[in-house]
């Protein structure tokens, strides 16, 4: 056969994999939802203590917060950190070094543990408890390094249907959760709440259409919420008793 197909060099992808803000390459990605441009996280972050707007085209984020409007791209870091050779082990490098100079001493001694790295303590063994704690922590998260969002859960009255009364508003109907919570987790959160039998089903509405038990909290804010153009911030799910329409 003839010839091979081109090689691609880094370079020919800088447009993807840098950021606009500080033109160097994109650490911990993170995208407007408004208008999906991409930044490093502390350069948008910063960015929005001064403006509300996009630094890129200008569109406004958010009337008040614009933090509310962004969410890390996981999977983009990764391909850079493919793409860039030794660009993780640097990245890692700086913050545990950022995290050395930073973080109190205790009883006289340096605590060398970087939280997102994992970094046992100074002194320890890292086949001993220390590591472990560190695994603990991780599985202690409950997702609250996950895309956090807004929501209201109003109760949905006058079904036309007799003996619904159980279905009650909540004390407290805002709450702020992962951006990947499911339907059928805050079908389970109303059921515990309004403490409901463990038979009784309740439908989950966005704008008066039902969603599906596996459509995420961001799913639902990008397909039905936002392209309301009325909608404000929080997003406004609705729930009633199940109808059975068959």
């Not at 970094?119 to 609250?144: L, S, T």
């Not at 509405?205 to 919420?225: A, K, P, Q, S, V």
């Amino acid at each position: 056969m003839s010839g091979t197909g081109r090689k691609h060099l880094v370079r020919d992808f800088n447009h993807f994999i840098t950021c606009y803000l500080c033109r160097g390459y994109l650490i911990k990605p993170t995208t407007v939802t408004e208008c999906l441009h991409t930044f490093c996280k502390s350069c948008i972050v910063q960015h929005f203590e001064e403006s509300n707007d996009c630094p890129k085209c200008g569109i406004q984020v958010h009337e008040t917060n614009p933090l509310e409007m962004l969410r890390l791209d996981n999977t983009l870091e990764e391909i850079i950190f493919k793409l860039v050779p030794g660009l993780r082990e640097k990245e890692e490098q700086q913050e545990l070094e950022f995290w050395r100079k930073n973080q109190p001493k205790e009883n006289g001694q340096e605590n060398l543990r970087c939280p997102r790295l994992g970094v046992p303590d100074a002194g320890g063994d890292a086949g001993d408890g220390g590591g472990n704690e560190a695994d603990g922590a991780g599985d202690d998260d409950y997702h609250r390094s996950d895309p956090q969002i807004a929501i209201c859960l109003d109760c949905l009255r006058n079904t036309g249907q007799s003996g619904e009364s159980t279905v009650t508003d909540l004390m407290k109907r805002f709450i702020r959760c992962s951006s990947r919570v499911t339907v059928g987790t805050i079908k389970k959160f109303l059921s515990l709440k309004l403490k409901l039998p463990s038979s009784y089903e309740l439908d989950v509405l966005c704008n008066g259409e039902i969603m599906g038990r596996d459509h995420t909290l961001e799913f639902i804010y990008m397909t039905r919420w936002r392209l309301h153009g009325e909608n404000t911030y929080p997003m406004v799910l609705e729930y009633r008793p199940r109808i059975d329409f068959g």
